[in-house]
């Protein structure tokens, strides 16, 4: 028997907040999640996303409001009660046991017979392709060995739900890579939900089927990865998205566009959010900021840095904002060009509101 | 000189330089009094000791050991001392595991820790006397008792006494030790045991206990050895010339009451022996424990 | 993590809190009991004195000659903080900058003296210093009590040093410092709350330190608790009150020093330091 997921229909967070003291880790939360979905909670840090893993799992009690599996609460549950996998950011292996003993651990504290769990251990070390070193203690592993015995702990014990703190952050970039399509990989393997925290937008984008981008203990905004790269729904979404030109703009409609002015620069755009006319706030990927011969924005080259079949630049316009943008040659430092893009990827919010 | 002595000389670094590669040079030096003053005044004494027990006021070379090991007066100590020295130990090292448990999320701990420093810090000597009131037929602790319904009991000039005193002022190190030791395990460890369904006892057993053992080994040792020199609190508070005549009050007595200090070296040498000894053992059941660190791997 | 309390754990966790508070009113109760006995008048067979008096300090000032011992006390525990200190905050420089052959060695020759028991080699120690005619005086007692503090201002100091950046000190020479020079301008300035720590601990040690002394002293040249100790051992059954003042005399002088030592360093350092370099 295959190692599956715990069947289940939904995963609710209903309105769940965490205080320490007078501070708000998290506020308000609300969220559904369905079977086989991997979840994304990404956003810089302190903004909450670890909290809401622990209350999660249970490593913190929530203040206020409550989770639901299915129609079990199950927010008053202890951690071993719960039943959820959970991958931690420094792996967490028992260092005094073996890797099969660690494996076999949560098969243990069930207390299933002896052949099953040797089974599952030898099955879940296949799946993270670590079956010659079962005999190993987790001190003996390289840092990639480390983060598949803990994967594979935690997906040993068929857990409806995966929680997985950052499980990335202290690999290097190659072995990253290689890990983000093992963790995908074995995901879809096994079929449960799995909720990933992470501040690598890069990494949630091509990860998730959905992405949760929090801030400050709030959710911003919950959409697809097509959603949240090309229409982000604020301001601070779009700039934690790679949307790193964030102008100050007066903006006025103008029929179903909406130009934005900023010094003597007029440009067409597209808004995502209500705004007042007056101060708004134009968001702008480098990648959608051409060097184009008679673009409306004017502006000195500061850098242009080599980036294979791109050169990513840097300057600024003639009233001192900084901008980013692509050309397809490098530029001289100090070289005046014209840039344009394109309405549609030029995203109007509201201002003022960080 | 000829060519090749000319080269040869070239190619072989100056000694400075030599030495310098091996880490040796002029701020290595500042260790050598430290160092020369340890070498001086206690492994000299050690050997110097260690040999002038083998020489002995009167008789062979042994002549000292054979006295000590037939005469009951004298060997009868060593029973004496590890009846306080046992006891007392497994108390202190294993009371301090829950005690330790517990204090290790509170949050004023060093209220706590500093409160149960001053008994360390007062010695033995103060205790010992301490205890003589407080203990005493007539001390708050009797009174107490006859208040409760229980009576007298005799707790000072007797093997209780020293018992008590020893728990005193030993607890406080075993348990700021195993403390230190506790805080001292990963606690996403204890974490990662309760997503997987362990519950606090299995978490205890299973995770806990493991990455403490080789703490708790130490601790004993430590406590061990600690113990079985007591000597202030076994002649003020105990029965010196009875249940209590620890080994290291004959050490005393041969050295400052019958001047014969070869005999002395020879008790001390014993004592240090016997210490030796339920060191290695200790050690030696640790060797079956897990030795390493109690992290849980990267970042 | 959330737990919820059984009854069990409930239960426990009393009788856990319960045995601490029966272990630190124990203990607070034996030294009350010292105190309140050197101020009471007669005290036989009631809960306290029947009346209060100072009267037995001055009879124990005067009985055991306090104030000799007082300075004798200050004299041996000054010269034997100032010596374990030129001695031991070099060594431990070396010890943790420097990677010699042998350091292993000299770092278990520390160890040594802190691990077994000062009566184990006490008399071994006395032995040698009576022969050689440095036993019963004030010089004997300051050696044989520098003999654990050296090596523990050593094994304390040097995490201290190995925190400071060796790149500064790389700065100071080469902007031409030598190493004495290093060590009065860089070094013992960054170091200060590290020895200030280290020092006050050796100061409130060995004014607790008794076998040693008791085994190298000489009537002149007894420190506070040795004087108590033959007080009390020559008391017979209970300790009469002015032998209780001394010993309050005592407990404030310690006191006071661990007060002020408690202000630089964490009450578990003048244990665990030790015993943690032990273990390692």
């Known amino acids: 028997m295959a190692i599956a997921g715990r069947d289940f229909r939904e995963l609710r967070l209903d309105d769940m907040s965490r205080n320490f003291g007078t501070v708000n880790a998290l506020k308000g939360v609300t969220l559904t999640v369905r079977r086989g979905e991997f979840i994304a909670l990404l956003g810089p840090s302190g903004c909450g996303k670890s909290t809401a893993l622990n209350c999660l799992a249970g490593l913190l009690t929530l203040s206020s409001g409550s989770i639901w599996l299915d129609q079990t609460r199950i927010d008053r549950l202890k951690p071993e009660e719960r039943g959820f996998g959970m991958v931690f950011q420094n792996y967490a292996l028992f260092p005094h046991m073996s890797v099969r003993k660690n494996i076999a651990f949560g098969l243990s504290m069930q207390g299933r017979p002896k052949d099953e769990i040797e089974r599952k251990v030898d099955e879940a070390l296949a799946i993270v392709r670590l079956s010659e070193q079962g005999h190993k203690l987790p001190g003996q592993l390289s840092g990639g060995q480390q983060q598949r015995v803990a994967i594979a702990r935690a997906i040993v014990i068929e857990p409806p739900l995966v929680l997985m703190d950052e499980p990335l952050s202290n690999l290097d970039a190659k072995l990253r890579l290689e890990m983000r399509a093992e963790i995908r990989r074995i995901h879809d393997l096994i079929g449960s939900a799995t909720i990933y925290v992470t501040h690598d937008q890069e990494e949630a984008l091509s990860l998730a089927d959905r992405i949760v981008v929090m801030r400050a203990g709030e959710v911003r905004q919950v959409g697809t990865p097509e959603e949240l790269y090309g229409r982000p729904a604020h301001a601070d979404v779009a700039e934690f998205m790679g949307y790193r030109n964030q102008l100050r703009v007066t903006a006025a409609r103008a029929g179903n566009q909406v130009m934005i002015r900023t010094g003597n620069v007029t440009l067409a755009g597209s808004a995502v959010e209500p705004f007042t006319e007056g101060e708004a706030v134009a968001a702008i990927r480098p990648e959608d900021l051409e060097v184009s011969a008679n673009g409306p924005v004017e502006a000195r080259t500061e850098t242009s840095q080599y980036h294979g079949d791109y050169f990513y630049s840097s300057g600024r316009t003639a009233d001192g904002a900084e901008l980013y943008f692509r050309s397809d040659r490098r530029l001289t430092k100090g070289e005046i060009v014209r840039l344009a893009a394109d309405p549609a990827r030029v995203l109007v919010y509201a201002g003022g509101r960080p | 000189m000829t060519d090749a002595a000319l080269t040869k000389a070239a190619e072989r670094p100056p000694l400075r330089v030599r030495l310098k590669l091996r880490d040796i040079d002029g701020v290595t030096l500042l260790v050598v009094p430290a160092a020369l003053f340890v070498l001086l005044l206690f492994i000299y004494p050690f050997a110097y000791g260690f040999v002038l027990s083998f020489k002995p006021k009167t008789g062979d070379l042994f002549a000292n050991y054979r006295k000590f090991f037939s005469d009951p007066f004298l060997y009868d100590t060593i029973l004496a001392t590890f009846r306080l020295a046992i006891p007392a130990t497994l108390i202190n090292v294993l009371v301090s595991v829950p005690v330790a448990l517990r204090v290790r999320r509170m949050r004023h701990r060093r209220v706590l820790t500093t409160l149960l420093v001053v008994p360390i810090t007062l010695g033995t000597v103060l205790i010992a006397q301490g205890l003589l009131i407080y203990l005493g037929p007539q001390g708050w602790f009797n009174r107490a008792l006859t208040l409760i319904g229980i009576g ?47 519950r606090a006892r299995a978490r205890f057993f299973h995770i806990v206990l493991p990455l403490l053992a080789q703490g708790l080994a130490i601790n004993m040792c430590l406590s061990f050895v600690q113990t079985f020199s007591v000597f202030p609190s076994a002649v003020l508070l105990g029965a010196p010339a009875g249940e209590t005549r620890v080994i290291s009050i004959a050490a005393y007595q041969a050295a400052y009451e019958q001047y014969d200090y070869s005999m002395a070296s020879a008790v001390a040498m014993i004592m240090g022996f016997c210490q030796l000894a339920v060191v290695m053992l200790i050690l030696a059941g640790r060797s079956f424990a897990y030795r390493g660190a109690a992290a849980g791997g990267k970042g | 993590m959330q737990q919820d309390k059984s009854v ?30 050197s101020f009471g008048t007669r005290w036989f067979s009631s809960w306290l004195p029947a009346g209060f008096t100072t009267r037995w300090y001055k009879a124990a000032w005067d009985e055991f000659q306090l104030h000799d011992v007082l300075v004798v006390t200050f004299e041996v525990v000054g010269a034997v903080v100032l010596l374990s200190g030129l001695l031991g ?41 009576y022969q050689a005619h440095l036993g019963g005086n004030m010089s004997g007692v300051i050696l044989a009590n520098l003999v654990p503090t050296v090596p523990f201002v050593v094994l304390v100091m040097i995490p201290f040093i190995e925190q400071i950046d060796p790149r500064i000190e790389a700065a100071a020479r080469v902007f031409g410092a030598g190493t004495g020079r290093l060590f009065v301008h860089v070094l013992v300035p960054l170091l200060t709350s590290g020895i200030l720590a280290a020092l006050l601990l050796v100061l409130v040690r060995t004014i607790a330190m008794f076998e040693l002394t008791f085994f190298t002293a000489g009537p002149d040249s007894q420190t506070l608790v040795v004087t108590l100790y033959y007080a009390v051992g020559a008391a017979g059954v209970r300790s009469n009150q002015s032998i209780d003042a001394m010993a309050v005399i005592y407990m404030v002088t310690t006191l006071v020093w661990l007060l002020i030592a408690l202000r630089f360093v964490d009450p578990t350092q003048i244990v665990t330091r030790v015993k943690k370099e032990a273990a390692a």
């Open chain 3, 89 to 129: 905050v070099p060594a431990a420089y070396a010890l943790a900058r420097r990677n010699f052959p042998g350091k292993q060695l000299v770092i278990l020759l520390f160890l040594l003296p802190m691990m077994i028991p000062p009566i184990t080699f006490g008399i071994p120690l006395a032995t040698v210093l």
């Open chain 2, 152 to 198: 007298q009991v005799r707790l000072v000039h007797n093997y209780t006494g020293v018992m008590l005193s020893l728990i005193m002022s030993g607890f406080p190190f075993t348990f700021l030790l195993t403390l230190s030791y506790l805080t001292g395990i990963d606690p996403s460890l204890e974490q990662a045991a309760a997503t997987l369904g362990a």
């Open chain 3, 8 to 37: 069990g754990e409930r239960l426990w966790a009393i009788a856990v809190w319960a045995l601490v508070i029966f272990f630190v009113v124990n203990v607070i109760a034996t030294i009350a009991a010292v105190a309140v006995d």
